[in-house]
Protein backbone atom coordinates (compact mmCIF):
# COMPACT_ATOMS: atom_id res chain seq x y z
CA UNK A 1 0.00 0.00 0.00
CA UNK A 2 1.28 3.43 -0.79
CA UNK A 3 1.12 6.10 2.05
CA UNK A 4 -1.54 8.79 1.28
CA UNK A 5 0.34 11.94 0.92
CA UNK A 6 -0.83 15.13 0.63
CA UNK A 7 1.74 17.63 -0.60
CA UNK A 8 1.98 19.59 -3.53
CA UNK A 9 4.56 18.81 -5.62
CA UNK A 10 6.57 21.81 -6.99
CA UNK A 11 6.13 21.16 -10.28
CA UNK A 12 3.39 21.57 -12.51
CA UNK A 13 3.83 18.07 -14.20
CA UNK A 14 3.59 16.44 -11.23
CA UNK A 15 0.26 17.64 -9.90
CA UNK A 16 -2.25 15.51 -11.60
CA UNK A 17 -0.97 12.23 -9.48
CA UNK A 18 -1.47 14.35 -6.64
CA UNK A 19 -5.09 14.85 -6.95
CA UNK A 20 -6.69 11.84 -6.33
CA UNK A 21 -5.46 11.65 -2.90
CA UNK A 22 -7.38 14.82 -1.54
CA UNK A 23 -10.78 13.90 -0.72
CA UNK A 24 -8.90 11.29 1.75
CA UNK A 25 -6.51 14.04 2.84
CA UNK A 26 -9.07 14.61 5.76
CA UNK A 27 -8.57 11.26 6.70
CA UNK A 28 -5.08 11.44 6.53
CA UNK A 29 -4.62 14.05 8.97
CA UNK A 30 -6.37 12.29 11.84
CA UNK A 31 -4.31 9.83 11.70
CA UNK A 32 -1.57 12.15 13.43
CA UNK A 33 -4.17 13.13 16.23
CA UNK A 34 -4.27 9.76 17.50
CA UNK A 35 -3.25 8.92 20.94
CA UNK A 36 -2.42 6.03 23.04
CA UNK A 37 -5.36 4.93 25.70
CA UNK A 38 -2.75 3.67 28.32
CA UNK A 39 -4.57 3.18 31.73
CA UNK A 40 -3.80 1.66 34.36
CA UNK A 41 -5.66 -1.87 34.51
CA UNK A 42 -5.11 -3.43 37.65
CA UNK A 43 -2.37 -5.49 39.28
CA UNK A 44 -1.00 -8.24 37.22
CA UNK A 45 -2.46 -11.76 36.72
CA UNK A 46 -0.59 -14.03 38.68
CA UNK A 47 0.93 -11.44 41.01
CA UNK A 48 1.06 -12.87 45.00
CA UNK A 49 0.10 -10.97 47.85
CA UNK A 50 1.27 -12.11 50.89
CA UNK A 51 0.06 -10.71 54.16
CA UNK A 52 1.62 -11.10 58.02
CA UNK A 53 -0.06 -9.55 61.10
CA UNK A 54 2.29 -9.01 63.98
CA UNK A 55 1.46 -8.52 67.78
CA UNK A 56 3.39 -6.59 70.22
CA UNK A 57 2.86 -6.74 73.79
CA UNK A 58 4.14 -6.68 77.61
CA UNK A 59 4.15 -9.55 79.87
CA UNK A 60 5.57 -9.10 83.25
CA UNK A 61 7.56 -5.89 81.92
CA UNK A 62 9.03 -7.81 78.87
CA UNK A 63 8.40 -6.67 75.33
CA UNK A 64 7.65 -9.50 73.26
CA UNK A 65 6.51 -9.16 69.20
CA UNK A 66 5.46 -12.12 67.91
CA UNK A 67 4.07 -12.85 64.14
CA UNK A 68 0.82 -14.73 62.87
CA UNK A 69 0.53 -17.22 60.14
CA UNK A 70 0.99 -15.69 56.35
CA UNK A 71 -1.79 -15.75 53.92
CA UNK A 72 -1.27 -15.49 50.62
CA UNK A 73 -3.82 -14.38 47.70
CA UNK A 74 -3.01 -14.69 44.18
CA UNK A 75 -4.47 -12.30 41.45
CA UNK A 76 -6.16 -14.06 38.49
CA UNK A 77 -6.20 -13.35 34.96
CA UNK A 78 -8.74 -11.39 33.84
CA UNK A 79 -9.28 -11.68 30.08
CA UNK A 80 -10.43 -7.61 28.33
CA UNK A 81 -10.08 -5.79 25.25
CA UNK A 82 -10.99 -2.85 23.60
CA UNK A 83 -11.32 -2.03 20.26
CA UNK A 84 -11.77 1.90 19.46
CA UNK A 85 -12.41 3.60 16.28
CA UNK A 86 -9.34 6.16 15.84
CA UNK A 87 -10.49 7.51 12.28
CA UNK A 88 -13.25 10.06 11.70
CA UNK A 89 -15.88 9.29 8.76
CA UNK A 90 -14.00 8.71 5.94
CA UNK A 91 -14.87 10.48 2.43
CA UNK A 92 -14.35 7.99 -0.31
CA UNK A 93 -15.02 7.99 -3.90
CA UNK A 94 -16.80 5.08 -5.82
CA UNK A 95 -14.45 2.88 -6.89
CA UNK A 96 -11.83 3.98 -4.91
CA UNK A 97 -9.32 1.42 -3.92
CA UNK A 98 -7.46 1.23 -0.51
CA UNK A 99 -9.47 3.16 1.75
CA UNK A 100 -7.90 2.58 5.22
CA UNK A 101 -9.71 2.67 8.72
CA UNK A 102 -7.60 2.82 12.04
CA UNK A 103 -8.33 0.86 15.15
CA UNK A 104 -6.82 0.56 18.18
CA UNK A 105 -6.88 -2.48 20.20
CA UNK A 106 -5.97 -2.33 23.63
CA UNK A 107 -5.59 -5.25 26.21
CA UNK A 108 -7.33 -3.93 29.00
CA UNK A 109 -6.95 -7.04 31.41
CA UNK A 110 -4.49 -7.73 33.93
CA UNK A 111 -2.47 -10.31 31.92
CA UNK A 112 -0.61 -10.70 28.49
CA UNK A 113 -3.13 -12.29 25.68
CA UNK A 114 -3.14 -13.07 22.33
CA UNK A 115 -6.00 -12.17 19.91
CA UNK A 116 -7.43 -13.04 16.82
CA UNK A 117 -8.66 -9.95 14.53
CA UNK A 118 -11.73 -10.16 11.73
CA UNK A 119 -12.87 -7.58 9.48
CA UNK A 120 -16.67 -7.39 9.21
CA UNK A 121 -18.41 -5.81 6.21
CA UNK A 122 -21.80 -6.83 6.12
CA UNK A 123 -23.85 -4.51 8.24
CA UNK A 124 -27.48 -4.68 7.55
CA UNK A 125 -28.24 -0.95 8.07
CA UNK A 126 -25.39 0.85 5.83
CA UNK A 127 -26.21 1.80 2.18
CA UNK A 128 -23.17 -0.45 0.57
CA UNK A 129 -20.62 -2.98 1.78
CA UNK A 130 -17.24 -2.42 1.47
CA UNK A 131 -14.76 -4.93 0.00
CA UNK A 132 -12.08 -5.95 2.40
CA UNK A 133 -9.22 -6.40 0.72
CA UNK A 134 -6.27 -9.24 1.11
CA UNK A 135 -4.65 -8.78 3.26
CA UNK A 136 -7.33 -6.82 5.04
CA UNK A 137 -5.16 -5.82 8.31
CA UNK A 138 -2.17 -3.79 8.76
CA UNK A 139 0.15 -3.59 11.86
CA UNK A 140 1.35 0.19 12.72
CA UNK A 141 4.78 -2.00 12.12
CA UNK A 142 6.44 1.34 12.29
CA UNK A 143 4.56 3.86 15.03
CA UNK A 144 3.93 5.88 12.52
CA UNK A 145 0.12 6.41 12.19
CA UNK A 146 -0.05 5.78 8.99
CA UNK A 147 -0.50 2.81 6.67
CA UNK A 148 2.85 2.88 5.39
CA UNK A 149 5.21 0.11 3.12
CA UNK A 150 7.00 -0.89 6.50
CA UNK A 151 3.43 -1.83 8.06
CA UNK A 152 3.01 -5.96 8.60
CA UNK A 153 0.03 -7.64 7.16
CA UNK A 154 -2.02 -9.71 9.54
CA UNK A 155 -2.25 -13.27 8.88
CA UNK A 156 -5.04 -15.12 11.21
CA UNK A 157 -3.72 -17.81 12.88
CA UNK A 158 -0.08 -16.64 12.03
CA UNK A 159 0.39 -13.61 13.78
CA UNK A 160 -1.93 -12.97 15.82
CA UNK A 161 -1.22 -10.23 18.24
CA UNK A 162 0.12 -10.76 21.83
CA UNK A 163 -0.30 -7.70 23.91
CA UNK A 164 0.78 -7.15 27.15
CA UNK A 165 -1.63 -5.99 29.91
CA UNK A 166 -2.42 -2.50 29.09
CA UNK A 167 -0.58 -2.26 25.39
CA UNK A 168 -2.58 -0.47 23.10
CA UNK A 169 -1.75 -1.39 19.21
CA UNK A 170 -2.72 0.38 16.28
CA UNK A 171 -4.35 -1.60 13.22
CA UNK A 172 -5.44 -0.40 10.13
CA UNK A 173 -8.08 -2.09 7.94
CA UNK A 174 -8.57 -1.48 3.90
CA UNK A 175 -11.28 -2.05 2.07
CA UNK A 176 -12.60 -1.48 -1.82
CA UNK A 177 -15.32 1.11 -2.40
CA UNK A 178 -17.60 -0.75 -4.84
CA UNK A 179 -18.16 1.58 -8.39
CA UNK A 180 -21.33 3.31 -9.01
CA UNK A 181 -22.69 3.94 -5.67
CA UNK A 182 -24.76 7.70 -4.89
CA UNK A 183 -23.19 10.34 -3.26
CA UNK A 184 -23.89 10.20 0.16
CA UNK A 185 -23.70 6.63 0.20
CA UNK A 186 -22.55 5.12 3.82
CA UNK A 187 -20.97 1.38 4.28
CA UNK A 188 -19.49 0.18 7.00
CA UNK A 189 -16.60 -1.79 8.31
CA UNK A 190 -16.09 -3.74 11.46
CA UNK A 191 -12.76 -4.66 13.55
CA UNK A 192 -13.46 -7.46 16.22
CA UNK A 193 -10.93 -8.29 18.61
CA UNK A 194 -11.48 -12.03 20.23
CA UNK A 195 -9.12 -13.39 22.91
CA UNK A 196 -7.60 -16.86 22.18
CA UNK A 197 -8.10 -17.65 25.54
CA UNK A 198 -11.56 -17.44 24.91
CA UNK A 199 -14.81 -15.62 25.24
CA UNK A 200 -17.64 -15.76 27.40
CA UNK A 201 -20.15 -13.66 29.39
CA UNK A 202 -18.25 -11.80 32.27
CA UNK A 203 -17.33 -14.01 35.04
CA UNK A 204 -16.69 -17.15 32.95
CA UNK A 205 -13.99 -18.95 34.00
CA UNK A 206 -11.02 -20.78 31.99
CA UNK A 207 -9.47 -22.98 34.49
CA UNK A 208 -5.74 -22.92 34.76
CA UNK A 209 -5.74 -20.63 31.40
CA UNK A 210 -4.58 -17.66 32.95
CA UNK A 211 -0.88 -16.47 33.46
CA UNK A 212 1.32 -18.55 35.30
CA UNK A 213 -1.09 -21.17 35.28
CA UNK A 214 -4.14 -19.05 37.25
CA UNK A 215 -7.64 -19.29 36.34
CA UNK A 216 -8.20 -16.81 33.43
CA UNK A 217 -11.93 -15.30 33.78
CA UNK A 218 -13.84 -12.86 31.12
CA UNK A 219 -13.57 -9.22 32.54
CA UNK A 220 -16.58 -6.93 31.22
CA UNK A 221 -15.91 -7.19 27.49
CA UNK A 222 -16.19 -11.04 27.93
CA UNK A 223 -13.04 -11.43 25.68
CA UNK A 224 -14.10 -9.89 22.80
CA UNK A 225 -14.33 -6.29 21.38
CA UNK A 226 -15.94 -4.54 18.15
CA UNK A 227 -15.67 -0.81 16.43
CA UNK A 228 -16.69 0.13 13.51
CA UNK A 229 -15.74 3.02 11.34
CA UNK A 230 -17.61 4.43 8.44
CA UNK A 231 -17.23 5.36 4.32
CA UNK A 232 -19.20 8.26 3.15
CA UNK A 233 -18.98 8.41 -0.71
CA UNK A 234 -18.13 12.30 -1.77
CA UNK A 235 -19.02 12.06 -5.84
CA UNK A 236 -16.51 15.17 -5.48
CA UNK A 237 -13.99 15.77 -8.25
CA UNK A 238 -10.91 18.38 -7.30
CA UNK A 239 -9.05 20.18 -10.01
CA UNK A 240 -5.68 21.55 -9.04
CA UNK A 241 -3.53 23.81 -11.37
CA UNK A 242 -0.45 25.27 -10.32
CA UNK A 243 1.51 28.16 -12.97
CA UNK A 244 4.30 29.95 -12.48
CA UNK A 245 5.61 32.95 -13.88
CA UNK A 246 9.41 33.73 -13.28
CA UNK A 247 10.56 37.33 -13.30
CA UNK A 248 14.43 38.19 -13.37
CA UNK A 249 16.31 40.93 -11.73
CA UNK A 250 16.56 42.61 -14.96
CA UNK A 251 13.22 42.69 -16.29
CA UNK A 252 12.78 39.11 -17.80
CA UNK A 253 11.73 36.33 -17.49
CA UNK A 254 15.08 34.13 -16.99
CA UNK A 255 14.95 31.74 -14.20
CA UNK A 256 18.28 33.15 -13.49
CA UNK A 257 19.75 33.12 -8.88
CA UNK A 258 17.88 36.05 -7.94
CA UNK A 259 14.63 35.87 -10.01
CA UNK A 260 11.32 35.67 -8.29
CA UNK A 261 8.66 32.92 -9.42
CA UNK A 262 5.01 33.71 -8.75
CA UNK A 263 2.76 30.77 -7.65
CA UNK A 264 -0.25 30.64 -8.40
CA UNK A 265 -2.58 27.41 -7.06
CA UNK A 266 -5.72 27.23 -8.30
CA UNK A 267 -8.39 24.80 -6.24
CA UNK A 268 -11.87 24.15 -8.15
CA UNK A 269 -14.76 21.41 -6.74
CA UNK A 270 -17.22 19.81 -9.42
CA UNK A 271 -19.86 17.56 -8.48
CA UNK A 272 -22.19 17.50 -5.73
CA UNK A 273 -20.36 16.15 -2.40
CA UNK A 274 -17.86 17.87 0.21
CA UNK A 275 -14.08 17.57 -0.26
CA UNK A 276 -13.60 18.16 3.87
CA UNK A 277 -10.99 19.80 5.02
CA UNK A 278 -9.44 20.50 2.34
CA UNK A 279 -5.95 21.41 2.98
CA UNK A 280 -3.10 22.12 0.10
CA UNK A 281 0.34 22.01 1.16
CA UNK A 282 3.59 22.29 -1.16
CA UNK A 283 6.77 22.47 -0.49
CA UNK A 284 9.12 25.37 -1.53
CA UNK A 285 11.18 23.53 -4.25
CA UNK A 286 14.88 23.20 -4.50
CA UNK A 287 17.30 25.81 -4.52
CA UNK A 288 14.85 28.73 -3.86
CA UNK A 289 13.64 30.97 -1.06
CA UNK A 290 10.59 31.30 -0.05
CA UNK A 291 9.64 35.34 -0.15
CA UNK A 292 8.57 36.48 3.36
CA UNK A 293 4.86 37.42 3.24
CA UNK A 294 3.45 36.62 -0.07
CA UNK A 295 1.21 33.76 1.05
CA UNK A 296 -2.52 35.11 -0.19
CA UNK A 297 -5.73 33.23 -1.04
CA UNK A 298 -8.10 34.61 -2.67
CA UNK A 299 -5.96 37.82 -2.95
CA UNK A 300 -6.48 38.29 0.35
CA UNK A 301 -2.83 38.14 2.63
CA UNK A 302 -2.00 35.50 5.14
CA UNK A 303 0.35 36.19 7.52
CA UNK A 304 3.13 33.09 7.53
CA UNK A 305 2.94 32.45 11.19
CA UNK A 306 0.82 29.14 11.85
CA UNK A 307 -1.95 31.41 13.39
CA UNK A 308 -5.96 32.20 13.20
CA UNK A 309 -5.62 33.05 9.19
CA UNK A 310 -5.86 29.78 6.86
CA UNK A 311 -2.15 29.57 6.10
CA UNK A 312 1.19 29.78 7.34
CA UNK A 313 5.28 28.75 6.08
CA UNK A 314 6.49 26.17 8.03
CA UNK A 315 10.35 26.16 8.39
CA UNK A 316 9.95 22.11 7.50
CA UNK A 317 13.00 20.35 5.60
CA UNK A 318 14.63 21.19 3.47
CA UNK A 319 13.04 24.09 2.17
CA UNK A 320 10.00 24.91 4.06
CA UNK A 321 6.40 24.48 3.11
CA UNK A 322 3.40 26.46 2.61
CA UNK A 323 0.37 24.78 4.04
CA UNK A 324 -3.78 26.38 3.17
CA UNK A 325 -6.93 25.13 5.44
CA UNK A 326 -9.42 25.58 2.37
CA UNK A 327 -11.62 24.15 4.96
CA UNK A 328 -14.81 22.20 3.24
CA UNK A 329 -15.00 22.95 -0.54
CA UNK A 330 -18.26 22.16 -2.80
CA UNK A 331 -18.75 23.50 -5.76
CA UNK A 332 -20.66 26.43 -5.04
CA UNK A 333 -17.29 27.30 -3.12
CA UNK A 334 -15.63 28.56 -6.24
CA UNK A 335 -12.19 28.34 -7.56
CA UNK A 336 -9.81 29.19 -4.73
CA UNK A 337 -6.67 30.88 -5.62
CA UNK A 338 -3.47 30.43 -3.50
CA UNK A 339 -0.62 32.72 -4.35
CA UNK A 340 2.91 32.68 -3.02
CA UNK A 341 6.35 33.82 -4.57
CA UNK A 342 9.59 32.09 -3.69
CA UNK A 343 13.42 33.65 -5.46
CA UNK A 344 15.88 31.26 -7.11
CA UNK A 345 18.75 31.15 -4.91
CA UNK B 1 -24.41 -5.84 60.25
CA UNK B 2 -24.96 -9.16 62.82
CA UNK B 3 -26.03 -11.68 60.54
CA UNK B 4 -22.80 -10.72 58.44
CA UNK B 5 -20.88 -10.83 61.85
CA UNK B 6 -22.17 -14.10 62.73
CA UNK B 7 -21.30 -15.36 59.19
CA UNK B 8 -17.97 -14.08 59.21
CA UNK B 9 -17.15 -15.78 62.66
CA UNK B 10 -18.65 -19.13 61.39
CA UNK B 11 -16.50 -19.28 58.50
CA UNK B 12 -13.55 -17.59 60.79
CA UNK B 13 -14.10 -21.01 62.70
CA UNK B 14 -14.26 -23.18 60.14
CA UNK B 15 -11.18 -21.77 57.87
CA UNK B 16 -8.02 -23.95 58.57
CA UNK B 17 -4.85 -21.92 59.42
CA UNK B 18 -1.56 -22.90 61.12
CA UNK B 19 -0.28 -20.59 63.63
CA UNK B 20 3.13 -19.33 62.81
CA UNK B 21 4.51 -19.57 65.73
CA UNK B 22 4.28 -20.30 69.21
CA UNK B 23 3.68 -17.48 72.06
CA UNK B 24 1.69 -16.23 74.83
CA UNK B 25 -0.59 -14.67 71.99
CA UNK B 26 -2.05 -16.77 69.03
CA UNK B 27 -2.44 -14.42 66.52
CA UNK B 28 -3.44 -15.85 63.14
CA UNK B 29 -4.77 -14.26 59.96
CA UNK B 30 -7.29 -15.26 57.20
CA UNK B 31 -8.09 -13.63 54.39
CA UNK B 32 -11.60 -13.71 52.67
CA UNK B 33 -14.14 -12.22 49.90
CA UNK B 34 -17.90 -11.94 50.08
CA UNK B 35 -19.81 -14.15 47.91
CA UNK B 36 -23.01 -13.90 47.07
CA UNK B 37 -24.54 -17.78 47.45
CA UNK B 38 -27.81 -19.54 47.28
CA UNK B 39 -29.16 -20.95 50.87
CA UNK B 40 -31.47 -23.91 50.85
CA UNK B 41 -34.24 -21.85 50.63
CA UNK B 42 -33.09 -20.64 46.95
CA UNK B 43 -32.49 -17.21 48.80
CA UNK B 44 -29.51 -15.24 47.38
CA UNK B 45 -27.50 -14.76 50.49
CA UNK B 46 -24.04 -13.33 50.90
CA UNK B 47 -20.83 -15.76 52.72
CA UNK B 48 -17.47 -14.87 53.47
CA UNK B 49 -15.19 -17.61 51.17
CA UNK B 50 -11.98 -18.47 51.21
CA UNK B 51 -9.86 -15.16 49.08
CA UNK B 52 -6.86 -17.11 47.79
CA UNK B 53 -8.06 -16.19 44.15
CA UNK B 54 -8.65 -12.45 43.80
CA UNK B 55 -9.13 -10.20 40.10
CA UNK B 56 -8.67 -6.46 40.15
CA UNK B 57 -11.36 -4.87 41.97
CA UNK B 58 -12.29 -7.60 44.51
CA UNK B 59 -12.60 -6.50 47.80
CA UNK B 60 -11.00 -8.96 50.38
CA UNK B 61 -11.32 -8.98 54.35
CA UNK B 62 -8.01 -9.51 56.42
CA UNK B 63 -9.13 -10.86 59.93
CA UNK B 64 -6.75 -10.82 62.55
CA UNK B 65 -8.03 -13.12 65.40
CA UNK B 66 -5.53 -13.05 68.95
CA UNK B 67 -5.96 -15.36 71.93
CA UNK B 68 -4.28 -15.11 75.17
CA UNK B 69 -3.18 -18.52 75.47
CA UNK B 70 -1.00 -17.77 78.77
CA UNK B 71 -2.07 -18.05 82.49
CA UNK B 72 -1.77 -14.65 83.08
CA UNK B 73 -2.49 -11.32 81.92
CA UNK B 74 -0.83 -9.66 79.12
CA UNK B 75 -1.05 -5.63 78.41
CA UNK B 76 -0.19 -2.88 75.81
CA UNK B 77 -1.43 -5.17 72.95
CA UNK B 78 -0.52 -3.91 69.86
CA UNK B 79 -1.86 -5.09 66.72
CA UNK B 80 -0.10 -4.34 63.39
CA UNK B 81 -1.13 -5.56 59.79
CA UNK B 82 0.57 -4.35 56.18
CA UNK B 83 -1.59 -3.18 53.73
CA UNK B 84 0.19 -4.38 50.40
CA UNK B 85 0.67 -1.68 47.93
CA UNK B 86 -1.69 -3.93 45.21
CA UNK B 87 -4.47 -3.33 47.83
CA UNK B 88 -6.22 0.28 49.11
CA UNK B 89 -8.33 0.15 52.54
CA UNK B 90 -11.81 0.70 51.86
CA UNK B 91 -12.77 4.12 54.31
CA UNK B 92 -14.31 3.01 57.83
CA UNK B 93 -13.98 -1.13 57.04
CA UNK B 94 -11.00 -1.23 60.09
CA UNK B 95 -12.89 -2.63 62.98
CA UNK B 96 -11.73 -3.70 66.26
CA UNK B 97 -14.02 -4.11 69.58
CA UNK B 98 -11.63 -2.48 71.97
CA UNK B 99 -9.38 -0.74 70.03
CA UNK B 100 -7.82 1.94 69.44
CA UNK B 101 -7.25 2.21 65.37
CA UNK B 102 -4.77 4.07 63.76
CA UNK B 103 -2.95 4.08 60.37
CA UNK B 104 0.59 5.03 58.97
CA UNK B 105 1.61 6.46 55.74
CA UNK B 106 5.39 5.42 56.17
CA UNK B 107 5.50 2.35 56.14
CA UNK B 108 5.46 1.71 59.98
CA UNK B 109 7.35 4.27 61.25
CA UNK B 110 4.43 6.56 62.94
CA UNK B 111 0.58 6.19 63.51
CA UNK B 112 -2.02 8.69 63.49
CA UNK B 113 -5.93 8.53 63.29
CA UNK B 114 -6.59 8.52 59.62
CA UNK B 115 -8.00 12.19 59.36
CA UNK B 116 -5.07 13.63 61.16
CA UNK B 117 -2.55 11.65 58.52
CA UNK B 118 -0.72 14.01 55.65
CA UNK B 119 1.22 13.40 52.71
CA UNK B 120 3.58 15.27 50.49
CA UNK B 121 2.02 15.71 46.87
CA UNK B 122 3.58 17.58 44.32
CA UNK B 123 5.71 19.71 46.91
CA UNK B 124 2.72 20.43 49.32
CA UNK B 125 1.20 18.45 53.19
CA UNK B 126 -1.99 17.46 52.16
CA UNK B 127 -4.44 14.92 53.85
CA UNK B 128 -3.36 11.33 53.37
CA UNK B 129 -5.96 9.68 50.98
CA UNK B 130 -6.76 5.77 51.59
CA UNK B 131 -4.61 4.63 48.60
CA UNK B 132 -1.07 6.53 50.84
CA UNK B 133 -1.62 3.78 53.88
CA UNK B 134 0.64 1.47 54.40
CA UNK B 135 -0.23 -0.34 57.49
CA UNK B 136 -2.97 -0.42 59.92
CA UNK B 137 -2.66 -1.06 63.88
CA UNK B 138 -4.96 -1.86 66.29
CA UNK B 139 -4.34 -0.70 70.20
CA UNK B 140 -6.38 -2.65 72.90
CA UNK B 141 -7.79 -0.23 75.08
CA UNK B 142 -7.56 -2.80 78.22
CA UNK B 143 -5.55 -5.69 79.28
CA UNK B 144 -5.76 -9.17 77.79
CA UNK B 145 -6.90 -11.45 80.47
CA UNK B 146 -5.85 -15.59 80.22
CA UNK B 147 -8.19 -17.29 77.96
CA UNK B 148 -9.61 -13.71 76.42
CA UNK B 149 -9.80 -13.42 72.78
CA UNK B 150 -10.57 -10.49 69.99
CA UNK B 151 -10.40 -10.22 66.29
CA UNK B 152 -9.99 -7.09 64.40
CA UNK B 153 -10.22 -6.92 60.82
CA UNK B 154 -10.69 -4.07 58.25
CA UNK B 155 -11.24 -4.52 54.08
CA UNK B 156 -9.31 -3.80 51.04
CA UNK B 157 -9.82 -3.22 47.22
CA UNK B 158 -7.33 -4.58 45.15
CA UNK B 159 -6.12 -2.24 42.36
Do not use: C
Not at chain 1, 68 to 88: F, G, K, R
Not at chain 1, 141 to 166: E, F, K, W
Amino acid sequence: MVKTKHGIEPMQQNIKRWQGALPRASAALALFAMSGLASGVGTNAGTDILNTAQVNYELDGTAVSQSSNTVTITVDEVIDVATVLQSPQVTVAPGQTGAVLVFSITNTGNGPETFGLTVLNNDAADDFDPVAQTPTIFFDSDASGDLSAADTPYVPGDNDPLLPADATLTVFVVNDIPAGLANGSVGRSTLRAESATGTGTPGTVFPGAGEGGADALAGASGGAAEATGEYIVSDVEIAINKAAVVVDPFGGSAPTPGATINYTITVSVTGTGTATAATISDPIPASTTYQPGTLALNGLALSDADDVDAGAFFATAPNGEVRVALGDLTQASGVQTITFSVQIN
Amino acid sequence: MTNRLIAAIAALLLTQTAFAQAGKIELKTVVEKEAVVLNEAGQEVTQLVPADKVVPGDVVIYTVTYTNVADEAVENVVITNPIADQLQYVTDSAFAPGADIEFSVDGGQQFAALESLTVERDGELVPARTDDLTHIRWTLTEQLDPGAQGFARFRARLN
